[in-house]
């Protein structure tokens, strides 16, 4: 399966671009892709515009949410996981219909009359805008102890990237006259196709062979990047890792990953969370587990235990009689949701040591035990004892 593109590489957006600017790219997107646009193409063709319309449509689905968007800029597509998406399970609906809800109407005429597009400016600039190109993302791992990860943390991340050539501040060229406009398809970054069809004449783009989507040729290039814009960097780099986060999750720091040339959008930094295993405490979501074994008199006569917390030890006390197998549960002192509001709890299970081999003076003692009823295991109706076939146990 194809990796995931970054929302705002979909629509050819920055990160903080405006609602305007977010509706203006999927309306160019729209006109684009739609299938409708699409119908006497190859079915290679047909396959590539469904992929790039639903890809356009849950992109917009999620900038276009002041929440989702919120969340999935601090946190990329972890912070959205789940979110509902467009469902194009009954079709993919009327294209003016789609436009028209955006955009409240503004496109009153609609799309009758077979598919001629020319009349929309929008689609008709989205063929001749030369492509923005995207630097790469890095992957990176960091480890963390459940200590910064109850508390969130700040972490110093070492990294080889490409940045901006220094000598020629990323053009490819020292002399600006030395970068001209492509020829082929005049900066545009793109060639245009036209074919007669059935319904009219289809219009379709490629990226231009000459100067591979970029507009720009280097006729001489800058001898220290060898045209490219770029060199290569090792960077220490800090970022913040918000409390809560879980073993394996990814989080997107939006442009620090790799430069891309001739001074275009920078890729990400994604970093995979690697949980450091606690040396007392489990983990199983935001709650803690901890069992302790205790002694037979403590649990006959009660006592004080200490228990390990992410914020520090706490005592706690049990009442005499404690059981074995009894679960305590100490409330909000486990860990923080990265999503929402709350701490998880943290469960305490008290174990009790039965001594394999007593001394004759300690069984004289449990022998003159054994009659007192405080000693007798309260009744218990047979029927409630039920025996597990699998474990071989009641």
């Not at 995931?4 to 309306?27: C, F, M, N, T």
């Not at 809800?101 to 689609?123: L, M, V």
Request: hydrophobic share 30%; glycine share 14%.
């Amino acid at each position: 399966m194809a990796e995931k593109r970054d929302y705002y590489e979909v629509l050819g957006l920055q990160k903080g671009a405006s609602v305007d600017e977010i509706k203006s790219a999927y309306r160019k997107a729209a006109l684009k892709w739609h299938p409708d646009r699409w119908v006497s193409g190859t079915d290679e063709e047909k396959k590539t515009a469904e992929a790039r319309f639903k890809e356009a449509s849950e992109a917009y689905s999620v900038l276009s949410d002041p929440d989702k968007k919120a969340k999935y800029d601090q946190f990329g597509f972890a912070g959205v996981d789940g979110a509902a998406g467009p469902d194009f399970s009954q079709g993919f609906g009327n294209l003016n219909d789609i436009l028209n809800n955006i955009f409240g109407g503004a496109f009153g005429g609609g799309f009758g009359g077979g598919f001629d597009f020319g009349g929309f400016g929008g689609f008709s600039r989205g063929g001749q805008e030369a492509r923005v190109q995207r630097g790469r993302d890095i992957r990176t791992r960091v480890k963390m102890t459940l200590e910064e990860i109850a508390q969130g943390a700040e972490k110093e991340i070492s990294l080889e990237r490409n940045r901006p050539c220094p000598e020629c501040n990323g053009r490819g060229a020292k002399n600006s006259s030395d970068i001209k406009t492509c020829p082929t398809c005049k900066g545009t970054g793109q060639v245009q196709h036209m074919t007669n069809t059935l319904f009219g004449r289809a219009m379709s783009y490629s990226t231009c062979p000459q100067c591979q989507g970029e507009g720009k040729v280097v006729s001489n290039p800058c001898k220290s990047c060898g045209g490219t814009g770029l060199v290569r960097h090792r960077e220490t780099i800090k970022i913040k890792i918000p409390a809560g986060v879980e073993d394996g999750m990814q989080i997107t720091v939006r442009g620090e990953g790799h430069s891309a040339p001739h001074n275009g959008i920078n890729g990400d930094l994604l970093v995979i969370i690697e949980q450091i295993p606690h040396a007392k405490l489990r983990r199983e979501g935001n709650n803690l587990f901890y069992p302790i074994i205790i002694s037979v008199t403590d649990a006959l006569l009660g006592c004080d235990i200490t228990v390990p917390c992410l914020g520090g030890n706490e005592k706690l006390h049990l009442d005499p009689g404690t059981q074995s197998g009894t679960v305590i549960r100490m409330r909000g002192k486990g860990l923080p949701s990265v999503n929402s509001y709350g701490k998880g709890d943290l469960y305490v299970k008290i174990l009790v040591w039965i001594p394999h081999k007593l001394s004759k003076s300690e069984k004289e003692i449990i022998e003159g035990l054994r009659s007192s009823s405080s000693f007798s295991p309260e009744p218990t109706r047979d029927d409630k004892i039920i025996f597990d076939k699998e474990k071989n146990i009641y």
